[in-house]
């Protein structure tokens, strides 16, 4: 049954501590034994309408993930997964969050960073970084470099993943692109999945706003046209849900 707003007001009603009600859904939405990635999209589908009654998420957020480090169910994928969804709609402050992290002595080594790190300090790296301010991301670099983590090298695969998808929609690409070497469906459904959440969120806004530019037919290659080829179609489709960028593909079926 599709998410109605009905389900979040049949919550709000069921579950009197709201504190308790954010927790209880953001450890639903975070458990490794329920599969799929459908249950962060209904979670902050629910986290963004209690919003609206004033509960805090941003609080409720990081009390979660204090929590969350001490425990063995969770799904680091899917925590990430969501707190990057929740922070592309502002609902999750980056900011909020570097601050939090300096209030508990910051990152102190390669290990806090690490893939497989403690969620509470990894979750520095796979932030989406929409709209987030030149300063805090200033922040974020001067404490994620504390860890030895280059956001230099994450900029240069953001670049570098970018040009592949690119090459891979010579259509949509300007004249200088649409001469590179073609990438296939195949090299970029590799190269996506083992990118962290920062990288692939960025590299999904930007794909939203390349298929904007040309249905709106602001893009160089495309100023007579105003729609995408079949073809172009079905690998952005592809590329984002690779990324399980479901939010930047729903604004591109708008």
Not at 186 to 214: C, F, Y
Not at 226 to 252: N, P, Y
Request: net charge positive; charged share 25%.
């Amino acid at each position: 049954k599709p998410f109605t707003p009905e389900l979040g007001k049949a919550c709000w009603k069921v579950m009197k501590p709201r504190t308790e009600l954010a927790h209880t859904v953001l450890e639903w939405a975070t458990s490794w034994h329920r599969p799929g990635s459908a249950k962060v999209f209904v979670a902050a589908r629910l986290l963004r309408i209690w919003r609206r009654h004033d509960l805090d998420v941003n609080q409720a957020s990081l009390d979660f993930l204090s929590r969350a480090s001490q425990s063995t169910t969770i799904s680091k994928d899917d925590l990430y997964h969501l707190y990057s969804e929740l922070t592309k709609s502002g609902h999750f402050s980056v900011s909020g969050y570097a601050h939090w992290l300096i209030a508990r002595g910051g990152l102190r080594s390669g290990k806090d960073i690490a893939v497989d790190g403690p969620v509470a300090t990894r979750l520095l790296a796979e932030l989406s970084l929409h709209d987030v301010s030149d300063s805090v991301i200033r922040l974020r670099k001067t404490l994620l470099r504390r860890a030895a983590f280059s956001t230099e090298d994450e900029q240069a695969t953001i670049e570098d993943t970018w040009r592949m998808i690119k090459a891979g929609l010579p259509n949509l690409a300007s004249e200088h692109e649409s001469r590179m070497d073609t990438s296939s469906e195949h090299d970029i459904a590799q190269a996506i999945p083992p990118l962290s959440r920062t990288i692939k969120a960025e590299l999904g806004g930007r794909l939203r706003n390349l298929v904007k530019d040309a249905i709106a037919g602001t893009n160089d290659a495309m100023k007579t046209i105003k729609t995408i080829s079949m073809g172009d179609f079905v690998l952005v489709r592809s590329i984002l849900e690779q990324s399980e960028d479901i939010s930047m593909l729903a604004d591109v079926l708008k």
